[in-house]
């Protein structure tokens, strides 16, 4: 199939899926909300936009262009923001998103504490908040884990609405097996097995209005990474966490792989050899890589790894032998299993996110090798391999930004 460029119009057919991940214009029953997320995806790409700059661009006619963004200013999602220059002829009234009337929330989930970030419509950080947290099992009753989580996400809401803003939405992001209805199925790094943390959510936080969802913690980084990440990068990336196990999140055609019922990327249960043999988490999981390279390192008596990682990191600067070869191994057994992601998807990026960004320097040439010698396609099959910059939130910003993304396909919210 030939992919049509951004402007272009549909011809005499017209394509209810597209292999693009921007919406494009059409002529079908909710066509306006379609048109609607074709304006407002455009000017999220490419920021401030005459109407006559969106029409020429969008292929939508000028009218139709007019009477959209009217819509969407009166609904205070975007905003006029002066005239253009460098125009030929009449200049025009600039147009762009408006952060004052909405935001969304995104809480992060680990062994060792909560996170809780806000963004406004305009992709504008609000609030980035970091408590510690115990992540003691919760149970289908109540919890202290829960009552934590609980007590966070009411702040985060009630300082949004001080500020004048309508909360879209608060997704929760959990390292794990999450189902389609927000149970967490199994999260080995928190000790949950089968907890109904949507359920238990939405009824402590008691506002029915408020959308609450949960999620998969490397899913929703791979959200935030094609959103915010600054890769230049539209339809297919991939995210590798390291901070509880190794998960993955995979877009393909600018959509999260979601699975039939949501249990995807667990690429840590690879087992690298015969039966029996080590997973590729027990090779290539932080806190292996911790142990072998601080001989003496106590998991236990750290709720953190981040102070241990950045240790290893001291000792790698510095040329220390133990600390270089044990994340030259790491490196080589975590390219082979991103050997089996590449095979499988083939994804133009490959992100390595949170701990394993810290020390992308020593990972990535063993990896990129490995990567290379494993993969069947030529080169790789292309796929670039680097290193998260939005560092250990990344995926509560996932969950905030999933929010955006509903209103960006043409989702209006709701007055309240």
Do not use: C
Request: glycine share 12%; net charge neutral; proline share 5%.
């Amino acid at each position: 199939m030939t992919r049509r460029t951004a402007g272009a119009r549909p011809r005499a057919e017209l394509d209810v899926k597209t292999t693009r991940a921007d919406p494009q214009p059409a002529d079908f029953t909710d066509v306006r909300a379609t048109n609607l997320a074709v304006v407002l995806r455009h000017l999220r790409a490419h920021g401030p936009s005459s109407r006559a700059a969106i029409a020429a661009s969008t292929g939508l006619n000028k009218a139709t262009v007019s009477s959209l963004t009217g819509d969407l200013i009166r609904q205070r999602l975007l905003r006029e923001t002066g005239l253009t220059s460098n125009r030929i002829g009449r200049p025009g009234t600039t147009l762009a998103l408006d952060g004052s009337a909405y935001a969304a929330i995104g809480l992060q989930v680990s062994a060792d504490r909560l996170t809780a970030l806000a963004v406004d419509f305009a992709g504008d950080q609000l609030l980035l908040w970091h408590r510690a947290f115990d992540g003691e099992p919760a149970t289908t009753g109540a919890g202290r884990a829960v009552s934590a989580i609980t007590a966070l996400a009411q702040r985060a809401a009630t300082r949004v609405r001080q500020q004048g803003r309508q909360v879209l939405g608060l997704t929760v992001a959990v390292p794990g097996l999450v189902a389609d209805g927000g149970t967490v199925r199994l999260s080995p790094p928190l000790g949950w097995s089968d907890v109904d943390l949507r359920g238990l959510l939405s009824g402590s936080l008691r506002q029915p209005g408020l959308d609450v969802a949960v999620a998969n913690h490397a899913g929703l980084a791979a959200v935030a990474e094609l959103r915010h990440g600054g890769h230049q990068v539209e339809l297919d990336l991939t995210y590798v966490s390291g901070a509880a196990g190794v998960e993955a999140g995979i877009v393909v055609d600018g959509r999260l792989l979601h699975g039939s019922r949501g249990f995807t990327g667990q690429i840590g249960r690879f087992a690298l050899g015969a039966a029996g043999s080590p997973t590729l988490q027990d090779l290539a999981g932080v806190e292996p890589l911790v142990r072998r390279a601080l001989p003496g390192f106590d998991p236990e008596s750290l709720t953190d790894l981040a102070p241990a990682v950045e240790q290893v990191a001291v000792l790698a600067r510095s040329g220390d032998p133990g600390a270089l070869a044990a994340l030259g191994d790491t490196g080589r057994h975590l390219g082979q299993g991103l050997a089996l992601l590449a095979n499988l998807v083939n994804p133009e990026l490959i992100v390595l996110g949170d701990h394993y960004a810290a020390l992308a320097d020593w990972l990535i040439p063993a990896a990129e090798a490995e990567l290379t010698r494993n993969t069947l396609a030529p080169d790789a099959g292309g796929v670039r391999l680097t290193a998260s910059r939005l560092g250990l939130h990344a995926a509560a910003l996932g969950g905030a930004v999933s929010h955006l993304d509903r209103v960006d396909t043409g989702s209006l919210p709701a007055k309240q």
